[in-house]
Structure formats: structure tokens, C-alpha cells
């Protein structure tokens, strides 16, 4: 199917969120795990979302309309960023609280871990917090093409064990184009069209 991904809006503070009323999936990772590079793969243009070779640079909520099936992709801040100071996470934390309060649309969070690496603690607290609120769970491995198959069903069956009975875990490559088509079914169904 042919989709069209188009930014709608950037949110930089709490008191800017008005969010829409359409299904949303919200995409979170650690900062440099390929959350650019994935929008930009999934929309099929180098352009849309801004990659970066340095973390951190991502510090505002972006809001991605997906024609024709009328829902959200929301990119949220990468996490985990070391090198960021004590009052920079927190005002990315109360943006994130304040989204996640407030977006009774939310149908899914798409967690993008990097395929190299087995879980780590931020990406547990976040899988954790998201099981307790009840939040539906999609894992998505990304920069595949830098994992031997082995290493990317071991990550799968990690992602399984952890998070218990999800949907099989994503592997995906911007750079190859790898599991493009099945991460769109996946966010396809997530909201249900
Ligand atoms: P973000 O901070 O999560 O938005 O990450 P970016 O999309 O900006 O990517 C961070 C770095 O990882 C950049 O140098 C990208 O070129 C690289 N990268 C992203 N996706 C892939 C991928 O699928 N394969 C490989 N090999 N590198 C990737």
C-alpha cells in the first residue's frame, strides 16, 4: 500500500501539546538508536526527520500524520542521552509525562532498540512502566543490517522472555530497507485498520 507520512506539528513544551483526536503510536528509543532514520525509511524520503551522528539532539515531540489510514506516528525525545544535563532530562521527562497524560488516543508504543545490544536498564524501566499502564508493547530492533541473524533472534527471544506474550519482535534496517513492510502491518494493526 502506498502510505504518505507528512509532519504535522513540533511540540516543545507541555503547554504546547494539542494533540488530535486520531489513533496514535508513539516511537521511543534511546537517543542515536535510528528513531530519524526509521520515520524517514518508513516515509520513504531522506528528508523528513533530521538524523543525526550526534545524540541528544532531538528534544522536542514530532507529530506524523500516515495518509490514508489517518493515524499518528508520534516521535517522541530520545532517552539516555549521557552527556545531558540534570534540568535538560527533566524537561524532557515532564514533555514525555505530559504526552503520555494526555494522549487518550494512544493505541501503541513502538520501543526501537538497537539489534546490537542486549536490554538495557532505560529501555527495561520504559518496557516495565508501559506493562503497568497497560500500554500495548511493539519492538522494533533496529540498524539490523549490523546483526548476524543469530544475534537478532537472540535479541528477539531476550525482547519475548522480558516483555512476555508481544508481538514478535521487529527487525529493522533504514540502511537496507529490511522489515520496512512488516513494521507498517505491525503499526497498521496496533490501531487497528
Ligand atoms: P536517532 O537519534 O534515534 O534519531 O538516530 P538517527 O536516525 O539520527 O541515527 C543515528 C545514527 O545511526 C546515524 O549515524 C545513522 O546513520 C545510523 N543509523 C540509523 N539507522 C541505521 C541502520 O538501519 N543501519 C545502520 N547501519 N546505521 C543506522
Redo the contacts with the bound molecule.
Keep these: 500500500m502506498n502510505r504518505v507520512v507528512r509532519l504535522t506539528s513540533t511540540i516543545y513544551t507541555p503547554d504546547q501539546l494539542s494533540l488530535p483526536d486520531a489513533p496514535q503510536i508513539a516511537l521511543a528509543?534511546?537517543?542515536?538508536?535510528?528513531?530519524?532514520?526509521?520515520?524517514?525509511?518508513l516515509a520513504g524520503t531522506k528528508k523528513l526527520?533530521?538524523?543525526?551522528?550526534t545524540?541528544?539532539?532531538?528534544r522536542s515531540i514530532n507529530l506524523y500524520h500516515v495518509s490514508p489510514a489517518g493515524y499518528y506516528l508520534v516521535?517522541l525525545p530520545?532517552y539516555g542521552y549521557a552527556r545531558c544535563s540534570k534540568q535538560e532530562r527533566q524537561s524532557w521527562a515532564s514533555l514525555i509525562d505530559a504526552y503520555i497524560s494526555k494522549a487518550t488516543s494512544l493505541c501503541a508504543v513502538a520501543m526501537?532498540i538497537d539489534c546490537r545490544h542486549s536490554p538495557q536498564l532505560l529501555d527495561l524501566e520504559l518496557g516495565s512502566y508501559l506493562r503497568q499502564i497497560g500500554m500495548p508493547i511493539l519492538v522494533v530492533l533496529?540498524?539490523?543490517?549490523?546483526c548476524k541473524q543469530a544475534e537478532r533472534a537472540k535479541r528477539q527471544r531476550e525482547w519475548t522472555e522480558i516483555l512476555g506474550e508481544i508481538q514478535r519482535p521487529v527487525p529493522?534496517?533504514?540502511?537496507?530497507g529490511?522489515g520496512r513492510e512488516e513494521l507498517w502491518q505491525a503499526l497498521d494493526s496496533a490501531v487497528g485498520s
Design positions: 528509543g534511546r537517543s542515536n538508536v535510528g528513531k530519524s532514520s526509521l520515520i524517514n525509511a526527520a533530521k538524523v543525526s551522528g545524540p541528544g539532539k532531538t516521535d530520545g526501537l533496529t540498524k539490523a543490517d549490523q529493522f534496517s533504514a540502511r537496507t529490511q
